[in-house]
């Protein structure tokens, strides 16, 4: 098996300014612990193997010996995975926190989904609307794999309005969007094939990679310092070059990514950046897979046209979801593709389901019709959720930082210390449940980052942030990790 290796100078660029101030702390300490917060951070991938250490100390004008030293501390420490015959590789070590035993509480607030409420009126009117429709369908059998015809027809009228010309033949509707990506892997990857995803990531698209016993290959995404000067949404935040590596040297059957409103980080892919994307994906003659999911969801301005509208046909398979814009409840999700993959999806679904129910096609229909009517105060509502969530931020927590999230529904937080787990274990019995980072990662990573939603009101959000700040508070440190406190 192909061992992936970061690249010297790839390794020196992200360290940024690693080297210690004084006199007291070794360089090479400086240098591992610099490494360290690169892995718990998700931008070293777990897997991957560091440079060589001759590259590494031409890289950053050390010596071998400083390169070597720091080497042996990262596999002191659990940090590197040394087999005989190959390169030692990225790892997390165990570390065996001990989380404080959570107390049932009515009052948490959750914060491990990041899903909005019903629009209730809105959606109490279109299963209204639903119900008087469905006696049209008794005649029938009632079993449609690729979907209703009135529902694909107003799926395929989205895409045309948002530049992305799209025939009914092109689209198959699923029992959300999370099924929608389970089809595509069972027909499209075999156990053992690679796929590409983002790095961090929506966390039911890694667990759907691992039970086709397909393998996860990472590709972080940057953060915003390296995006291009006056741009807040650069294509920078995609590594492009590092997506299209990882491909080629992996030998990946698909690649998935979420170029809309990124989960959990809100970033967004410019045009030039998707047209690149699906130019390599191309020349690599992988499956690129855009989830859309979050689209709809712009609060300070609209994306560009979808992927699929600057990439080859039988090359961008398009997903998307009823569940982010309208209501969790509604388990409606759709794929775009080409007629015959379509064909072939539908036929391996028989042996999953036989379709999606009629009663939620109707409603989905019906909130389609009346989408930017009720996606207008949805908007406004979010960004005033958003606005909370910063001030609460600001003011009880004001060392934790975050990149703008342009759309989407949550901010991806960077905290000081490696805490996320062990403060995702003591937050309830605080009175707030949270989703740690190494939930968006590969085997463990982002141990400083959580996901903050800003789907609930701003009151809630200032009390979550509020109990969130006194939970970290009663964590202490331990040996540079944080651990919670056993009472």
């Given at each position: 098996?192909?061992?992936?290796?970061?690249?010297?100078?790839?390794?020196?660029?992200d360290?940024?300014?690693?080297?210690?101030?004084?006199?007291?702390?070794?360089?090479?300490?400086?240098?591992?612990d610099?490494?360290?917060l690169?892995?718990?951070?998700?931008?070293?991938?777990?897997?991957?193997?560091?440079?060589?250490?001759?590259?590494?100390?031409?890289?950053?004008?050390?010596?071998?010996?400083?390169?070597?030293?720091?080497?042996?501390?990262l596999?002191?420490?659990?940090?590197?995975?040394?087999?005989?015959g190959?390169?030692?590789?990225?790892?997390?070590?165990?570390?065996?926190?001990?989380?404080?035993?959570?107390?049932?509480?009515?009052?948490?607030?959750?914060?491990?989904?990041?899903?909005?409420?019903?629009?209730?009126?809105?959606?109490?009117?279109?299963?209204?609307?639903?119900?008087?429709?469905?006696?049209?369908?008794?005649?029938?059998?009632?079993?449609?794999?690729?979907?209703?015809?009135?529902?694909?027809?107003?799926?395929?009228?989205?895409?045309?309005e948002r530049?992305?010309?799209?025939?009914?033949?092109?689209?198959?509707?699923?029992?959300?969007?999370?099924?929608?990506?389970?089809?595509?892997?069972?027909?499209?990857?075999?156990?053992?094939?690679?796929?590409?995803?983002?790095?961090?990531?929506?966390?039911?698209?890694?667990?759907?990679?691992?039970?086709?016993?397909?393998?996860?290959?990472?590709?972080?995404?940057?953060?915003?310092?390296y995006?291009?000067?006056?741009?807040?949404?650069?294509?920078?935040?995609?590594?492009l070059d590092?997506?299209?590596?990882?491909?080629?040297?992996?030998?990946?059957?698909?690649?998935y990514?979420?170029?809309d409103?990124?989960?959990?980080t809100g970033?967004l892919?410019?045009?030039?950046?998707?047209?690149?994307?699906?130019?390599?994906?191309?020349?690599?003659?992988?499956?690129?897979?855009?989830?859309e999911?979050?689209?709809?969801l712009?609060?300070?301005?609209?994306?560009?046209a979808?992927?699929?509208?600057?990439?080859?046909?039988?090359?961008?398979?398009?997903?998307?979801?009823?569940?982010?814009?309208?209501w969790?409840?509604?388990?409606?999700g759709?794929?775009?593709?080409?007629?015959?993959?379509?064909?072939?999806?539908a036929?391996?679904?028989?042996?999953?389901?036989?379709?999606t129910?009629?009663?939620?096609?109707?409603?989905?229909?019906?909130?389609?019709?009346?989408?930017?009517?009720?996606?207008?105060?949805?908007?406004?509502?979010?960004?005033r959720?958003?606005?909370?969530?910063?001030?609460?931020?600001?003011?009880?927590?004001?060392?934790?930082?975050?990149?703008?999230?342009p759309?989407?529904?949550?901010?991806?937080?960077?905290?000081?210390?490696?805490?996320?787990t062990?403060?995702?274990?003591?937050a309830?019995?605080?009175?707030?449940?949270?989703?740690?980072?190494?939930r968006?990662?590969?085997?463990?990573?982002?141990?400083?980052?959580v996901?903050l939603?800003?789907?609930?009101?701003a009151?809630?959000?200032?009390?979550?942030?509020?109990?969130?700040?006194?939970?970290?508070q009663?964590?202490?440190?331990?040996?540079?990790?944080?651990c919670?406190?056993?009472?």
């Amino acid at each position: 098996m192909v061992t992936r290796v970061i690249g010297a100078s790839t390794l020196s660029r992200d360290l940024g300014h690693w080297r210690p101030s004084g006199r007291h702390r070794p360089v090479y300490r400086a240098l591992a612990d610099g490494i360290r917060l690169l892995v718990h951070d998700g931008r070293i991938p777990l897997g991957v193997a560091l440079p060589s250490e001759r590259d590494l100390a031409g890289a950053l004008s050390l010596s071998r010996t400083t390169v070597t030293n720091t080497y042996a501390a990262l596999r002191d420490e659990g940090y590197l995975l040394s087999r005989q015959g190959s390169r030692s590789t990225v790892a997390l070590p165990r570390t065996g926190l001990a989380g404080r035993p959570a107390r049932a509480a009515a009052s948490v607030i959750d914060l491990t989904h990041a899903a909005v409420t019903a629009p209730s009126d809105e959606v109490t009117q279109a299963y209204a609307a639903a119900l008087e429709a469905l006696p049209a369908y008794y005649t029938g059998h009632g079993i449609e794999p690729v979907g209703l015809a009135t529902l694909r027809q107003a799926l395929a009228r989205r895409y045309d309005e948002r530049g992305l010309p799209t025939s009914p033949d092109q689209i198959m509707v699923t029992s959300g969007a999370q099924q929608a990506w389970r089809l595509l892997l069972e027909v499209l990857v075999s156990p053992g094939d690679r796929v590409v995803v983002d790095h961090p990531t929506y966390p039911n698209a890694l667990e759907a990679i691992r039970r086709t016993a397909a393998r996860a290959v990472p590709v972080p995404l940057r953060p915003r310092e390296y995006s291009t000067p006056g741009s807040a949404h650069s294509p920078q935040r995609w590594d492009l070059d590092a997506i299209r590596d990882a491909t080629v040297q992996t030998g990946a059957r698909m690649a998935y990514v979420l170029p809309d409103f990124h989960n959990p980080t809100g970033a967004l892919l410019d045009v030039a950046g998707r047209a690149e994307l699906a130019s390599n994906a191309r020349r690599a003659g992988t499956t690129l897979v855009v989830d859309e999911s979050m689209a709809d969801l712009w609060l300070d301005e609209a994306p560009p046209a979808p992927v699929a509208s600057v990439g080859h046909s039988g090359t961008v398979v398009t997903v998307g979801s009823a569940s982010k814009a309208y209501w969790g409840g509604l388990r409606v999700g759709w794929i775009r593709a080409s007629p015959a993959l379509i064909s072939r999806l539908a036929t391996s679904r028989a042996a999953v389901d036989i379709g999606t129910p009629i009663m939620d096609q109707l409603a989905c229909a019906a909130l389609i019709e009346r989408h930017e009517e009720i996606l207008i105060p949805r908007r406004a509502e979010l960004r005033r959720n958003r606005d909370a969530l910063t001030a609460a931020l600001a003011r009880h927590l004001p060392d934790w930082s975050y990149d703008p999230a342009p759309g989407g529904l949550s901010l991806w937080v960077q905290m000081p210390a490696a805490a996320s787990t062990a403060l995702a274990a003591v937050a309830p019995a605080h009175g707030v449940a949270l989703a740690a980072g190494p939930r968006f990662g590969v085997e463990g990573a982002f141990e400083r980052h959580v996901r903050l939603p800003y789907t609930e009101s701003a009151d809630r959000l200032e009390a979550a942030i509020d109990r969130i700040a006194f939970a970290y508070q009663s964590l202490k440190p331990t040996d540079g990790n944080y651990c919670a406190v056993v009472l």
